[in-house]
């Protein structure tokens, strides 16, 4: 972590595992965010839970035993190694406002006085009712892992022969991710690169990347991603 910038930013995409033969779930990514605080000084800043079309499961516990419920969501653990300086920064990723908070601004915003959430939430006249670019995105977000591009991937990679890998994440939720956590220009770096969706996000955002993984397959037949892009080389002589 020592050649991460000040204020930088680290993001896992982690999904639940259960104990082997157990209803349970392991406690792992609670254990990894205590360990990289105390191990490498990574400060716990949210969990962005991604929520998507995945199947139902696990089928051995929700549909069969009837104990568990069916998971519906990933996480994205984000740390940082300086919060009070953190690049991170909402307004570049902005989601439109729903048509109810767009008839709110054009009434002008509230108009009733209230205290919600035992005091948490005070509502005036005029709340709400200044115009904005568009609302704060929030620690949930809904997008389909259904997507063209890792199926592209997906194709390409067996028709030279490889294996593809085999849990990748939609290209729209690592843009929302890149963009969110990063500036424009800033190098971004993914040491478990998979299927270089994270690479393609910063490529289409501008961001310079770099990204490694020690399963050849991934590598090569995620490039086939970027052949399109200038400055394109694929030297395979040097392996």
Not at 28 to 47: A, C, P, Q, S, W
Not at 62 to 78: G, L, M, P, T, V
Not at 111 to 123: E, H, Q, V, W
């Amino acid at each position: 972590m020592r050649n991460l910038a000040k204020g930088g930013n680290v993001c896992l995409q982690l999904g639940d595992v259960y104990i082997k033969g157990s209803p349970a779930k392991s406690t792992y990514i609670h254990e990894l965010i205590v360990d990289l605080k105390r191990r490498l000084g990574l400060f716990y800043m949210n969990t962005i839970t991604w929520r998507s079309n995945k199947p139902p499961g696990p089928i051995a516990w929700s549909a069969k035993k009837r104990i568990q419920c069916h998971d519906a969501a990933e996480y994205c653990i984000w740390f940082s190694n300086d919060p009070e300086h953190c690049i991170a920064n909402n307004q570049r990723e902005l989601e439109p406002h729903t048509e109810k908070h767009l008839q709110l601004i054009a009434r002008g915003g509230e108009n009733r006085t209230a205290i919600n959430g035992d005091g948490a939430y005070r509502i005036k006249p005029g709340s709400y009712g200044k115009p904005t670019a568009g609302r704060i995105m929030r620690n949930v977000l809904e997008i389909s892992n259904v997507c063209a591009s890792q199926r592209a991937y997906k194709r390409r990679a067996k028709e030279l022969g490889l294996v593809p890998h085999g849990a990748t994440m939609p290209l729209a939720l690592a843009r929302k991710l890149v963009r969110f956590l990063s500036d424009v220009g800033q190098l971004c770096v993914d040491p478990l690169g998979g299927s270089l969706t994270t690479g393609l996000a910063c490529e289409l955002e501008g961001r310079p990347w770099i990204a490694t993984d020690v399963v050849f397959d991934y590598i090569r037949g995620a490039a086939e991603r970027f052949t399109e892009f200038e400055g394109f080389e694929l030297a395979l002589d040097v392996l």
